[in-house]
């Protein structure tokens, strides 16, 4: 049975030391002292090995399950994780700089988990590198994060002190999990104390969905950026999704856009079915693509796909002048799933076209794609878009 946090604090020590297992060879092990390490156990060569990944509370449960998974990585290409461990701290010490360790954090560690590390590294090169750089990893004190940090809040963005505060978090996570210091010195700066993130309810209604689409399309913005907002609406992907579409997976003779794995925000693949709308705009990205294997290569590139926040800046500049209230990219997601709801479709169709894991039992035990409803869905849902955009034929109109 999986572990959880509550049930980690709760284990209680004993006379004598006993392991308690999580998942796929995860261990916890009890000490009668009262500590507790994470092992994890594998096979190579038909024998059996252990790691180990670090001590708990200061490698939590997610840390360690991620750990785990690394090592389950290198056992399936034929590596010992016990020798790459000691290969890694021969190849670090003391003295290693956080500016040399920032390259192998970004390169084992983010690069693993997503495909594009433009947003990370930004706050690397940019924040942190330039007050810690030149320090070693193990003499950076709390002073040291709590000053890169406030920098942000002392300018009014508690958000981005938020975001820099979550890469170092990581970042001595994985020094503690390298063995360069013992405890995280982030840790004393807890998020809340940080940044709150607000939740969100913004969902668009239909006379915001009409001035919202037909001032980005007679905006000034690339016309690249109006059909990406356009589809956006149509296919309830997120951003990243859409900006790192490779032509390869559209098939637009089936009207099927798959996304895969290392393009997922939940590590699953994923199948986008497309409206004749959404299928009309893909068309359209595709001659101005002009030859690149990207669906939105970047300015000036076609090996390079624009950053993320390059729509944020696109929509904002769209919506100057419309008096229509402030939203994110995020809430086009949101207020397609509002209107389904509304429009009559059940929850877990919805939830499977926003690439959502439905969560409790029914997530356990319902395994149905509902392809061919989500596909009906979709399409009603863009010429619902359609319908109450009374000059719809703008928005697929490559003269504006």
């Known amino acids: 049975m999986a572990l959880t946090e509550a049930s980690i604090k709760a284990l209680k020590p004993r006379d004598t030391r006993y392991s308690v297992t999580d998942e796929r060879g995860l261990i916890v092990e009890v000490f009668p002292t009262g500590g507790k390490l994470w092992h994890y156990r594998y096979r190579l060569n038909g024998k059996q090995h252990k790691v180990n990944l670090g001590r708990y509370p200061d490698m939590s449960l997610k840390l360690a399950r991620s750990q785990r998974d690394l090592a389950a990585m290198q056992v399936s290409l034929g590596k010992s994780p016990a020798e790459e461990k000691k290969k890694s701290r021969a190849a670090l010490s003391e003295s290693t700089t956080v500016r040399d360790f920032s390259d192998r954090y970004l390169r084992d560690i983010v690069a693993r988990d997503r495909k594009d590390i433009t947003l990370p590294k930004r706050y690397v090169d940019k924040s942190i590198l330039p007050a810690i750089g030149n320090k070693a990893v193990s003499e950076v004190t709390v002073e040291d994060v709590r000053a ?34 013992a405890t995280n010195p982030v840790l004393a700066l807890p998020m809340r104390h940080v940044h709150r993130a607000q939740s969100r309810d913004r969902a668009l209604d239909p006379i915001e969905i009409r001035l919202f689409l037909l001032a980005a399309m007679q905006s000034n913005i690339r016309r690249q950026f109006k059909l990406a907002l356009h589809l956006l609406l149509l296919t309830l992907v997120r951003k990243s999704e859409l900006f790192r579409a490779d032509w390869k997976d559209v098939d637009l003779e089936n009207g099927e856009w798959y996304i895969p794995v290392e393009n997922s925000k939940t590590r699953k693949p994923h199948t986008v079915y497309l409206s004749s709308q959404a299928t009309a705009a893909f068309l359209e990205l595709k001659k101005l693509a002009v030859g690149s294997n990207l669906v939105l290569p970047g300015r000036g590139t076609v090996t390079k796909p624009f950053a993320d926040n390059a729509i944020n800046s696109a929509l904002k500049t769209a919506l100057v002048g419309q008096g229509i209230p402030a939203f994110t990219i995020h809430d086009l997601r949101r207020t397609a799933a509002t209107r389904l709801h509304e429009m009559g479709w059940p929850s877990d169709i919805i939830e499977i076209a926003l690439n959502h894991t439905i969560p409790g039992v029914r997530g356990v035990y319902n395994r149905a794609k509902y392809s061919e409803q989500r596909r009906a869905m979709l399409q009603k849902w863009a010429d619902y878009i359609q319908s109450i955009s009374a000059e719809s034929s703008v928005l697929l109109t490559s003269s504006l």
Not at 154 to 160: I, V
Not at 169 to 179: E, I, L, S, V
């Open 148 to 181: 890169i940090i406030w920098e942000k809040k002392d300018h009014g963005r508690d958000a981005a002190a938020g975001a820099v505060r979550g890469v170092l978090k990581r970042m001595f996570d994985y020094a503690m999990t390298c063995g360069l210091i």
